[in-house]
């Protein structure tokens, strides 16, 4: 491993590592029509289509350290944390994302090129291509993502649509990349859920499945508590949530037992997870990944989080 | 002045701040389909269009300090600094913008709820409403925009189609915000040169105008020099300088006079403005405000950036 740091390859040896890395890709794609390299980018939406677009930031010292991040596996989790709010919104197809890259003078340059590296590997994993962005100095590592995508304006599904009666549902992992944030705290770099905080999946396929079909859908990155009062208010309703039926991997139970903790409790709370959460007329047919969580209620009448194994109002 | 820091306020206050002080911008726009609040934004390009699109920063430490800083102005510049690169691809409206505040818990409420009245104030001004974004904890103040407009694919001004004999001119300022800058940091807030720092203007007007006419344009943000050095590698041509008509404010000929200055070499290397630099046909006839800065000759071939008052090889 060399021992050069950013700075001493300079903000041109730094875009030079970026283009030669990342250049390509954008450049392939048919709806790119113009990649990284100007002042701004352009891309091409279809016929009817709509621009979907969000932020999301990962942040040394509040979403990650350096000293257990392997910078691939963080460019990994920068994709998916962005995506993810794509897919929550329906059927969005990826157009490109921008990422801009603000970096401690000191820190060494491999970092920043096996970050690189992971950057590429999404990009193509996600049909996602960096179509710019920015560098900057800063005193620690700060990542941002902007995600471009490509929907239809009345198919978008809402946070505001839910109504008494719709079931309310869950599809990805609920608490597991919490346990494993835990995990890597501690010390730990590897098993299924350390694998769940570095890995996780924006849902496009379940978010497509939903069209025409969820009434109301976000994601649980802020933990599923936050998002069903966020989902309770924009929609105006009440929800009963039963947690019985939720997804958990043998790992979350065993990290749970070992822990004392409680599974359901921890699963109501944790956040970093990019599952869907959403609602769909009772009676719905639900494919095998979704689960139960609840149901919606009347605002005010039973305005009620409740179910096994504990009761929470909301 | 209330002494509430932003973690006083917590996220949900902080939302709720930022939902009082700017949602309803968005939704008065006819091309938002989905303004701030949920997983993502949508917005609507007319038949024809493609979606233009760059991210800038502001980063405490690095592009402001907060002893010096008015975070209403702040606001205001990192608009300028993000739709100044929409301006920069010619013709080119604002569709509108993503912000994410990265903020201390320590930061007073006050100069966040300054700040987004600034955010109001920007959005506003340039027709660009905020649609989304994200916000979270960090050491230090770190501010992202992700700009969004719209544009002709094939009438877009890249970097790459300078042509020998072309003639090289710039519009808008040159070396006043670096000026403004160093002003700010020994004490100084008011004046010419601190308000060219806080108040960039992105040159919308002179983008659209250069619309098929302008054979490369890129904007000086990181001084002049460097814009010169992409423009000549990027359309493989050379280029001689001749600043002697470059625009310059009387107080920034006092500001370098009184400093033992060169003028003109002050404002090829001083980054922070925002004004354009662009190539034309030679012959063409520019309005009033534009200026020339030399001419584009041949790769190799007299390779040189020269000029009175000094003489520079690119």
Tied chains: 1, 2.
């Excluded at 979403?63 to 257990?68: G, M, P, S, T």
């Excluded at 603000?102 to 994993?125: I, N, Q, T």
């Excluded at 947690?243 to 709370?269: T, Y």
Aim: aromatic residues 6%; contains cysteine; charged residues 25%.
């Amino acid at each position: 491993m060399s021992q050069r740091t950013v700075s001493d390859a300079g903000e041109d040896g730094l875009l030079g590592a970026i283009f030669r890395t990342l250049g390509r890709d954008a450049a392939s794609r048919p709806w790119v029509v113009l990649g990284p390299g100007d002042d701004a980018a352009a891309v091409r939406l279809r016929p009817g289509e709509v621009l979907v677009a969000s932020q999301d930031d990962l942040v040394e010292g509040t979403h990650f350290e350096l000293r257990w991040t392997d910078p691939r596996l963080l460019a990994g989790r920068l994709f998916a944390v962005g995506l993810s709010d794509l897919a929550a919104m329906g059927r969005v197809r990826p157009l490109g994302v921008l990422i801009t890259s603000c970096l401690p003078s000191k820190l060494p340059l491999d970092w920043f090129l096996d970050f690189l590296r992971g950057v590429r590997e999404a990009a193509a994993r996600h049909r996602a291509p960096v179509l710019g962005g920015n560098l900057a100095r800063s005193e620690r590592v700060h990542l941002s993502i902007s995600v471009l995508g490509a929907g239809r304006a009345g198919r978008l599904i809402r946070r505001t649509g839910a109504k008494p009666g719709d079931l309310l549902c869950g599809v990805g992992p609920l608490g597991e990349a919490a346990a494993g944030l835990e995990l890597l705290r501690k010390g730990r770099s590897t098993g299924p859920l350390v694998r769940s905080f570095w890995s996780p999946e924006p849902l496009f396929g379940a978010g497509a499945r939903l069209e025409g079909l969820a009434t109301a859908m976000l994601d649980n990155s802020d933990g599923l508590l936050r998002s069903c009062r966020i989902l309770a208010e924009e929609s105006g309703v009440g929800l009963r949530l039963d947690l019985s039926r939720a997804l958990a991997s043998r790992a979350l139970r065993r990290f749970c037992s070992e822990r004392g903790l409680d599974l359901r409790r921890h699963q109501l709370v944790s956040a970093e997870d990019y599952g869907l959460v959403f609602t769909v007329p009772a009676g719905t047919r639900l494919w095998p990944d979704a689960y139960p969580l609840g149901r919606v209620v009347r605002k005010g009448r039973g305005d009620a989080l409740a179910g096994r194994p504990f009761e929470h109002f909301l």
